[in-house]
């Protein structure tokens, strides 16, 4: 039973490591989007002065817009007022202004100031995604994403709307997409779209996509390319791709040879990020349990494993199992070792299944 805590983490090595995934990543982000009560707020705290009243009142559309945002939004000076924001946006949207008409279009799906109407909404916001508007875009794909606004859930779509933000500048739409053909949610799995999609969000300097670069150019079995692309993203403060590469310098891949001391510094500068990435924790727990390029240290070990194990990590998890089995640094206790061997298995962690059924307990 002496490997069985290092074989367990061996098995996690190429495991998405993420704390939080990434199709509720996407999500999260559609959500945020569709429930967001504050629009254009670089422009929210624009004075309105003598000079942008006057230039409304004479008909010009832009001070007409940034009134009637102002109103919408509210701030410090300027309490909300979404009857005075319907009004002054109505009147530049009359006059061609496209992102009154976008704001409109919000105005009528939430029903502020305004009856509210899903269709006339959706209607007002598809005209400006066809002007071209790339928030339209990204408004009408995390609608669709979500199934909101009377809509129904359609991923399919929501793809093609999230690729016209992307084509219209938001580029952040591109890592979406990225990660919606990396799982297949809601269109066809595809690894080469996928990793188009990470290149040109990547390019802009979007960390997650350059976390999946890696894994991408790690699974074609490019590891020079994937250690590039996680230094890159890691360098930025990505704690995923630190932990991939501690992953890689400690058990070495292709010609890339196990560096131990590499390996517990990304361990280490994973764990000691400002929030920090519990999968390392662990990872930690188990190079003093297997004393790898440390010496062997079972207090050390189940320190690290508890922390980790307490904060939901699955691996860890069993890790204490096993040292509660075996004695390690602890008193030997059959009935704590199958409680945290059955933890891990509600978490689905197949090892700790194979294991109870093994010995028996």
Not at 21 to 44: A, E, G, R
Not at 58 to 64: A, E, L, V
Request: glycine share 10%; proline share 3%.
């Amino acid at each position: 039973m002496k490997n069985v805590v290092f074989v367990v983490f061996l098995m996690l090595s190429s495991a998405f490591s993420m704390q939080l995934h990434p199709l509720t990543f996407v999500q999260k982000i559609c959500d945020d989007s569709v429930h967001n009560q504050v629009i254009y707020p670089m422009w929210n705290m624009v004075p309105l002065s003598a000079d942008i009243m006057e230039k409304a009142i004479n008909g010009d559309s832009f001070s007409q817009f940034i009134i009637g945002l102002t109103y919408y939004n509210g701030n410090t000076f300027i309490p909300k007022n979404y009857e005075a924001a319907e009004e002054w946006l109505h009147k530049s949207a009359m006059q061609g202004c496209v992102r009154a008409e976008y704001t409109l279009g919000i105005m009528y799906l939430k029903g502020h100031g305004v009856p509210q109407n899903y269709s006339l909404g959706l209607q007002l916001i598809m005209m400006t995604a066809q002007k071209g508007l790339p928030e339209a875009f990204f408004s009408l794909g995390s609608i669709y994403y979500c199934g909101k606004y009377g809509t129904q859930k359609n991923c399919y779509l929501a793809s093609k709307y999230f690729m016209g933000a992307a084509l219209h500048g938001y580029t952040s739409c591109f890592e979406i997409l990225g990660i919606m053909y990396f799982y297949g949610d809601g269109i066809p799995q595809n690894h080469v779209e996928a990793e188009i999609c990470f290149s040109r969000a990547a390019t802009n300097g979007f960390l997650i996509s350059k976390y999946f670069l890696g894994t991408i150019y790690y699974n074609k079995e490019m590891y020079t390319d994937a250690i590039n692309m996680f230094l890159e993203s890691a360098i930025q403060g990505d704690v995923n791709s630190m932990y991939r590469l501690g992953v890689i310098y400690l058990f070495g891949a292709g010609h890339i040879l196990p560096d131990y001391s590499l390996a517990m510094f990304f361990f280490m500068s994973a764990m000691t990020s400002f929030i920090a990435h519990i999968p390392s924790i662990g990872a930690i727990g188990a190079m003093y349990g297997c004393g790898k390029g440390v010496e062997c240290n079972h207090e050390l070990a189940f320190n690290f494993y508890s922390v980790a194990a307490f904060c939901g990590d699955l691996p860890s998890m069993h890790n204490l199992g096993c040292m509660y089995f075996l004695g390690r640094h602890v008193k030997k206790d059959i009935n704590r070792a199958k409680y945290w061997f059955q933890k891990a298995i509600c978490g689905n962690f197949k090892p700790s299944l194979d294991l109870l059924n093994s010995i028996g307990i």
